[in-house]
């Protein structure tokens, strides 16, 4: 799909949506602001024939969750999104902007506001251990430093450990981090989510890699541990699983760049930090 091209009109018409915008192309879809009918607006994520894949579970968790904290889901069928438009800025933007423990705060209130009460484990969404074949199979080539190594290899132990000692199993965002919480009229609202079943603890590990591009700031042990006070307070989460489930999430991030061979890759010296403050290990050599 190329990006300037317009949506399919029979889409437009299905969705009740008028000037469409491009925005963006992913890999998988295109993305543009649309008019609706009723006025305001929306964005419209077409991904044609061969359908939205892995992403459709992310619209169903959005859906089932609270209003006040994310994004609202307009219209779905199989090939097409409409989803609410969000205007931010956001907290990517907040915490770039010098205010980065108040955006960590509105993190987390969004985290809490996504897992009301008891979770359940329902059928259709995918498992969060089916995530890390990529990790368990990541093979780090001859270049690759001592301490490298010895830091994957410590993710993949602990991500073993994890994964088989799962407590709170619920429907997650899956993929909830500073630039995907936008500021709206009614609060800070969660969009792009992935929908996986895993522990609870899971959901905020990703965000301790963001905002991305900021590497004095995410590599900042003090930082590490202000966010893990803050999240597993404001979360009610064990803090030492929260730090191990972000440094092999982080570790997990790094194999799927790899691609089954580990040479080099900028967030390792990210991954040394965070395992030096979930295990206390130094790893800082990598």
């Known amino acids: 799909m190329e990006g300037h091209v317009k949506p399919p009109d029979e889409i437009l018409a ?59 889901v307009y219209d779905l069928r199989p090939d097409a999104a409409l989803v609410e438009w969000l205007e931010g800025p956001s907290l990517a933007d907040v915490a770039i902007a010098g205010e980065d423990e108040m955006a960590a705060r509105e993190l987390v209130r969004v985290a809490s506001g996504l897992h009301p009460g008891t979770g359940q484990a329902p059928e259709g969404y995918p498992r969060l251990e089916d995530r890390f074949d990529a990790l368990f199979h990541l093979k780090p080539a001859p270049s690759c430093a001592v301490g490298c190594k010895a830091a994957i290899a410590a993710c993949q132990t602990l991500a073993r450990e994890l994964l088989n000692t799962q407590v709170d199993v619920r429907p997650l965002h899956g993929d909830l981090h500073h630039g995907n919480v936008m500021r709206t009229p009614r609060g800070y609202c969660a969009f792009d989510a992935k929908g996986i079943v895993g522990e609870r603890t899971y959901e905020l590990a990703n965000a301790f890699r963001h905002p991305y591009g900021t590497p004095d700031l995410t590599r900042d042990p003090r930082r590490i541990g202000m966010l893990a006070d803050l999240w597993s307070v404001g979360f009610a989460v064990d803090r030492q699983r929260l ?15 790899s691609k089954g061979r580990l040479a080099q890759d900028d967030e390792l010296d990210l991954l040394a930090a965070l395992l030096s403050c979930a295990t206390g290990q130094d790893l800082s050599r990598v």
Do not use: D, H
């Open 14 to 72: 299905a969705f009740r949506v008028t000037a469409p915008e491009w925005i963006a192309t992913t890999a998988i879809a295109n993305l543009w602001k649309v008019s609706r009918a009723g006025g305001g607006a929306a964005v419209l994520k077409y991904y044609g024939a061969r359908g939205m894949g892995s992403e459709a579970s992310g619209f169903r968790f959005l859906q089932a969750a609270p209003e006040s904290c994310a994004a609202q």
């Open 243 to 257: 730090l191990q489930w972000a440094a092999v999430k982080c570790a997990l991030s790094i194999a799927w760049r």
